[in-house]
């Protein structure tokens, strides 16, 4: 299932780095982030559902409706990307949080049971992305150049999805 996110992720940031270059219109791009965003909201309920996830379900709710705010955001005209900025604001210590716990893993609970194993790549990942959220925050507030942030999306889509998920489906298991 991871794999399958990545890859419709990157089906948002590609346009979206795009867009941010010149090279498109804001109304489709805002309606197949929505798309993306409703999605990963979905993947996270069936994560916490069904695959009983709630480390990776969190993160993916908090993602999806930034995502789905990113999405309304473009499809309205992008005449106002304050509360975009505000949401991505509010993403930097989820993801720093993310970022550290997957260095250590989770504290050890009664029994030995750790509820957050150590993973280096979610950790890198969480870097990255806070790395971009900190541009879509001050981008927002008209204080990062936006072709910066469609040139960031674009890079990190290779780096932060497509070499994750297609390592995944070739080795099943993540770079690092």
């Not at 990157?10 to 309606?31: I, N, R």
């Not at 504290?107 to 971009?132: D, E, H, R, W």
């Not at 994750?164 to 070739?170: C, E, I, N, V």
Request: charged share 10%; aromatic share 12%; with cysteine.
């Amino acid at each position: 299932m991871v794999e399958s996110m990545l890859m419709a992720i990157s089906l948002m940031w590609v346009p979206v780095g795009l867009l941010l270059l010149g090279k498109g219109e804001a109304k489709g791009t805002g309606a197949l982030v929505c798309m993306v965003g409703t999605l990963v909201l979905v993947s996270a309920i069936i994560e916490a559902a069904v695959f009983k996830d709630p480390w990776i379900a969190a993160l993916l709710f908090a993602y999806g409706l930034f995502y789905c705010i990113v999405g309304y955001t473009l499809y309205s005209g992008m005449e106002d990307t304050r509360t975009m900025a505000n949401a991505s604001l509010t993403l930097i210590p989820i993801s720093i949080v993310y970022m550290l716990l997957s260095l250590s893993g989770g504290p050890m609970l009664p029994g030995g049971k750790q509820l957050i194993a150590k993973s280096n790549f979610l950790a890198f990942a969480c870097a990255g992305y806070t790395v971009l959220y900190i541009m879509v925050w001050l981008n927002g507030y008209g204080k990062f150049s936006g072709k910066t942030l469609g040139a960031s999306l674009i890079i990190w889509t290779i780096v932060g999805l497509w070499v994750p998920s297609f390592w995944l489906l070739a080795t099943g298991k993540l770079p690092f």
